[in-house]
T-cell receptor, first 115, second 109 residues
């Protein structure tokens, strides 16, 4: 099993360009998440999908949109990239939607630079 | 709103020394606490969770509700423990994790 996969691994954009980060999991998990990781700020939740067909805003949703394409795939879109969106983006998934045993499994990350 | 604070961005110890990574939280309900770890060039992964009362790789963490802390401890640090450590909190009935800022632990030979 590959677990959680993300594409691309690296991306450089110019301000105003758009792009979609792809995420897929092969663990049959119900819930999927997008985080951004910035130095000194830890991981912050952008959006999450508790189950197929649902999405909800996290802590820092502005400037992003998401699509839960099916149970396996959860994409993150930047419509008009800004330098403040330069970050490392992580996708994660978990089996249980509501459980204190909930372990999240993370992808390898996408390093995005916006010039 | 729930919040997790890790006061030390960087922590450096020598091999064989005890290590404690601090984590404080604020939450009005009954939280569940976790420690995640990211080794160099590896994915972020779960290290341990409070509810399981487990010891992983020699690490333990005790939830102190009075002090709202969940410090991670290991009596004898090893070089392979060098990594970024994140404390995280979730609601008992929720799936969302709130992460702290992270502590970069370096264990020197």
């Amino acid at each position: 099993n590959a677990g959680v996969t993300q594409t691309p691994k690296f991306q450089v954009l110019k301000t105003g360009q758009s792009m979609t980060l792809q995420c897929a999991q092969d663990m049959n998990h119900n819930s999927m998440y997008w985080y951004r990781q910035d130095p000194g700020m830890g991981l912050r939740l952008i959006y999450y999908s508790a189950s197929e067909g649902t999405t909800d805003k996290g802590e820092v949703p502005n400037g992003y949109n998401v699509s839960r394409l099916n149970k396996r795939e959860f994409s993150l879109r930047l419509e008009s990239a800004a330098p403040s969106q330069t970050s490392v983006y992580f996708c994660a998934s978990s089996e249980f939607t509501q459980s204190p045993y909930n372990e999240q499994f993370f992808g390898p990350g996408t390093r995005l630079t916006v010039l | 709103a729930q919040r997790v604070t890790q006061p030390e961005k960087l922590l450096s110890v020598f091999k064989g020394a005890p290590v404690e990574l601090k984590c404080n939280y604020s939450y009005s309900g009954s939280p569940e606490l976790f420690w995640y770890v990211q080794y160099s060039r590896q994915r972020l992964q779960l290290l341990l969770r409070h509810i399981s009362r487990e010891s992983i790789k020699g690490f333990t963490a005790d939830l102190n509700k009075g002090e709202t802390s969940f410090h991670l401890k290991k009596p004898f640090a090893q070089e392979e423990d060098s990594a970024m450590y994140y404390c995280a909190l979730t609601e008992t009935s929720g799936s969302r994790l709130t992460f702290g800022e992270g502590t970069q632990l370096t264990v020197n030979p």
